[in-house]
């Protein structure tokens, strides 16, 4: 029969000769692991860090990387070949600026009725994305980058990981589904964001960010994580837009 476990710590636990098809592993730390002689057939990783994973050798984020480059050439647009340099930095972050103009250009032109749907259960709508927009540039602004007390901006949408998060209680308090509301609040961040980012130094950029931030660890990291998760989502965005058209024959 089979069996769930959860909330459990297993840490260094060996699995030998055992069957697992058809398990599934959510939520759950796999760093540090290794399979060794395994029947991967059809096997699915979705929404995972894998860093440094290798298959037979290869770095799998590596060819990920370079795949999802080929197909979006944006990603290596606005990828910053030093995060130290104010100079390139401000470079990345003025290209960022076109590609939102460019959003909000196809949010206006987009029809209204697809903005508040989501495609499938798995995926956020259009309006969600943008509303996590504006939570994501308020995070890394005000809590990361001035670590000042700011309130947060009622419109933000956060993610699941941090629904019971207290800190967090006022994100979203006040949401709306009015693309110009939401497109005006957005912009007034991003404004405050480019003030920063126009006089910003490279001892600035190399400031310490750990004990705050989710991972990117210094100011400059910051600055490109908030490119690379703006081309991300506004990506999901057209996707919905473009899957939900397709189902209604558009």
Same mark, same amino acid.
């Given at each position: 029969m089979s069996e769930t476990f959860e909330n459990?710590?297993?840490a260094g636990v060996v699995f @030998?000769?055992?069957?697992? /098809?058809?398990a599934v592993f959510d939520d759950v730390n796999l760093s540090g692991g290794r399979i060794h002689n395994a029947n991967l057939t059809n096997f699915n990783i979705e929404d995972a860090y894998i860093k440094?994973?290798?298959?037979?050798?290869?770095r799998i984020d590596e060819l990920i990387e370079a795949e999802l480059d080929r197909r979006d050439p944006e990603r290596g647009r606005l990828r910053m070949a030093d995060c130290f340099d104010p100079e390139c930095v401000r470079a990345v972050l003025q290209h960022l600026g076109e590609v939102r103009a460019g959003f909000r250009t196809f949010l206006r032109e987009a029809d209204p009725a697809l903005l508040s749907t989501r495609p499938d259960p798995e995926n956020w709508s259009v309006i969600e994305n943008l509303r @996590?927009?504006?939570?994501? /540039?308020d995070?890394?602004?005000?809590?990361w980058l001035l670590q000042n007390n700011e309130p947060w901006c009622k419109l933000g949408l956060r993610p699941a990981f941090l629904a019971d998060n207290p800190n967090y209680a006022e994100?979203?308090?006040?949401?709306?589904?009015d693309i110009e509301t939401l497109l005006a609040a957005w912009e007034a961040?991003?404004?405050?964001?480019m003030a920063f980012v126009a006089t910003v130094s490279a001892e600035e950029l190399h400031r310490d960010t750990s004990k705050l931030d989710f991972g990117q660890g210094t100011a400059g990291r910051v600055l490109q994580t908030l490119a690379r998760h703006d081309l991300e989502h506004i990506r999901q965005a057209e996707a919905a837009v473009a899957q939900l058209s397709q189902s209604a024959g558009r």
């Open positions: 459990r710590n297993m @030998h000769n055992v069957n697992l /098809e058809g440094g994973l290798t298959v037979f050798g290869f @996590h927009l504006i939570f994501a /540039e995070l890394y602004l005000n809590r994100v979203g308090s006040q949401p709306s589904e961040i991003h404004a405050h964001m």
